[in-house]
T-cell receptor
Framework: DQQVKQNSPSLSVQEGRISILNCDYTNSMFDYFLWYKKYPAEGPTFLISISSIKDKNEDGRFTVFLNKSAKHLSLHIVPSQPGDSAVYFCAAWAGSEKLVFGKGTKLTVNP | KAGVTQTPRYLIKTRGQQVTLSCSPISGHRSVSWYQQTPGQGLQFLFEYFSETQRNKGNFPGRFSGRQFSNSRSEMNVSTLELGDSALYLC????????????FGSGTRLTVV
């Protein structure tokens, strides 16, 4: 079963607008969440994370929101830039020695 | 400091053969994890090693195996290759535990023909 779901395979936004990437999870034991960005032919790179004791974490243009009751998190990118075009993976940690990843959302930011 | 290094970058193998992939973690990182990425499937966890011990294993057949050496370098081996094993294999290292986030290598692209 898929414990971390990114239901939108792709998203297209205009430069300067907001990008919102969504992620849902089913395992209530997850208590730490991370977002990774991946460019073609490169490994994923860490972007931002949030602990389950928080509902928001900001880092520059990137903000992650966590709604524990809905088991939902989202990544907001404001303003979006063409260089943000990449595949974004949501990942969750439940105290084991692995991260559980979603299938990814491909973001395209159009100039 | 140097990042996570995976070799080779690209590999083409024939069905039935075996393959060994290598990963050198960031200096000081003792945990090495392996993931398989296929189109539409995201990153699937293979296994994780810490101080030469396998701490966790994903739901892959026994044809997939790995090990870690005393210098934290890790190898993964796939025997009796199948066409479905074609994928990007990613290695990630972290200091102790995945909660602090991984640093990924660029991956090894394996094509089985």
């Amino acid at each position: 079963d898929q414990q971390v779901k990114q239901n939108s395979p792709s998203l297209s936004v205009q430069e300067g607008r907001i990008s919102i990437l969504n992620c849902d999870y089913t395992n209530s034991m997850f208590d730490y969440f991370l977002w990774y960005k991946k460019y073609p032919a490169e490994g994923p790179t860490f972007l931002i994370s949030i602990s389950s004791i928080k509902d928001k974490n900001e880092d520059g243009r990137f903000t992650v929101f966590l709604n524990k009751s809905a088991k939902h998190l989202s990544l907001h990118i404001v303003p979006s830039q063409p260089g943000d075009s990449a595949v974004y993976f949501c990942a969750a940690w439940a105290g084991s020695e692995k991260l559980v990843f979603g299938k990814g959302t491909k973001l395209t930011v159009n100039p | 400091k140097a990042g996570v290094t995976q070799t080779p970058r690209y590999l083409i193998k024939t069905r039935g053969q075996q393959v060994t992939l290598s990963c050198s973690p960031i200096s000081g990182h003792r945990s090495v994890s392996w993931y398989q990425q296929t189109p539409g499937q995201g990153l699937q966890f293979l296994f994780e090693y810490f101080s030469e011990t396998q701490r966790n294993k994903g739901n892959f057949p026994g044809r997939f195996s790995g090990r870690q050496f005393s210098n934290s370098r890790s190898e993964m081996n796939v025997s009796t290759l199948e066409l479905g094993d074609s994928a990007l294999y990613l290695c990630a290292s972290s200091e102790t535990t995945a909660v602090y986030g991984y640093t990924f290598g660029s991956g090894t692209r394996l094509t089985v023909v």
